[in-house]
Nanobody, 114 residues
């Protein structure tokens, strides 16, 4: 499984961005996809996940502001980020769980700054 993340960039506080994560290769059996982020000097943290049934989970820090979704074919997975704050600045990584094997995409940088 290969994961390609895109959509990062520079945005002002209060702005919005949408990240995309496209999976390719042998994608059968991917049951959970998610987004993590890692700020400078910090550990990577889980932001949101979505199961193959559409069940979602969010970190408390992003609830009500971020929305994870997918299209009907389960691929790609999106992370809509609204009301962005400077503390959301980080490299965002998508990952996928396939038969309990975790795959990671390359990161995409999100910078929230005025």
């Amino acid at each position: 499984v290969q994961l390609q993340a895109s959509g990062g960039g520079l945005v002002q506080p209060g702005g919005s961005l949408r990240l995309s994560c496209a999976a390719s290769g042998s994608v059968v059996g991917i049951n959970i996809m998610g987004w993590y982020r890692q700020a400078p000097g910090m550990q990577r943290e889980l932001v949101a996940t979505i199961t193959s049934y559409g069940r979602t989970w969010y970190a408390d820090s992003v609830k009500g502001r971020f929305t994870i979704s997918r299209d009907n074919a389960k691929n790609p997975v999106y992370l809509q980020m609204n009301s962005l704050k400077p503390e959301d600045t980080a490299v965002y990584y998508c990952n996928a769980n396939q038969f309990n094997i975790i795959y990671w995409g390359q990161g995409t940088l999100v910078t929230v700054s005025s």
